[in-house]
């Protein structure tokens, strides 16, 4: 059984579309996240999502937006998209945010911007 | 600001013993985490420490020293398909994981 799951797995796309990832986990869990994992493979937070609350990484552009439609399931939506968008993106779930909770990550999306 | 740093890349023979060292330097500390990523794949869990000290778990353990902010990996009988990415991160005061760049292990036979 796959725990977090993502679509697409790969995404290619033109500068300026816009497009979705989408993601869902069957463990239960109570907090989502989207990570952005750049070139150089630093993670970068981009949002978390625990039990309707969101927690916006201030530096990610507002041309990013999580949509939650249950707690299962936590969406990233991209406007506008730019060439420096291209990163592997990934979603991660957790119980919770205390310190012990380990996060569970998705297999990733690889978005190319052209 | 907050800082993780490790090693870029480390070199290894199949059957040794290999030591990761991060340091860190984070907003409060709730814990540190060593997670393992293949190429192309998703991170994976791999340990937590909390307390100083150090914890074994198979042929992986963790350390760490709060007063020092560091933490090692150490990973004995080297296998083939130990080579992999390893990065280290912190739950800071927020409760938010801060992630070290990883280091890139290569396995020689």
């Known amino acids: 059984d796959t725990a977090v799951s993502q679509t697409p797995k790969y995404l290619v796309t033109q500068m300026g579309n816009d497009k979705s990832i989408k993601c869902e986990q069957n463990?239960?869990?109570?907090?989502m996240y989207w990570y952005k994992q750049d070139s150089k493979k630093f993670l970068k937070i981009m949002f978390s999502?625990?039990?309707?609350?969101?927690?916006i990484n201030e530096t990610v552009p507002n041309r990013f937006s999580p949509k939650s439609p249950d707690k299962a399931h936590l969406n990233l939506h991209i406007n506008s998209l730019e060439l420096g968008d291209s990163a592997v993106y990934f979603c991660a779930s957790s119980q919770g945010v205390a310190g012990a909770e380990t996060q569970y990550f998705g297999p990733g999306t690889r978005l190319l911007v052209l | 600001g907050q800082n993780i740093d490790q090693p870029t890349e480390m070199t290894a023979t199949e059957g040794a013993i290999v030591q990761i060292n991060c340091t860190y330097q984070t907003s409060g500390f709730n814990g540190l985490f060593w997670y393992q990523q293949h190429a192309g794949e998703a991170p994976t869990f791999l340990s937590y420490?909390?307390l100083d000290g150090l914890e074994e778990k198979g042929r992986f353990s963790s350390f760490l020293s709060r007063s020092k902010g560091y933490s090692y990996l150490l990973l004995k009988e080297l296998q083939m398909k130990d080579s992999a990415s390893y990065l280290c991160a912190v739950k800071d005061s927020n409760y938010q994981l801060i992630w070290g760049a990883g280091t890139k292990l290569i396995i020689k036979p």
């Open positions: 999502y625990n039990n309707k609350e969101l927690i």
């Open positions: 463990l239960g869990h109570d907090t």
């Open positions: 420490n909390v």
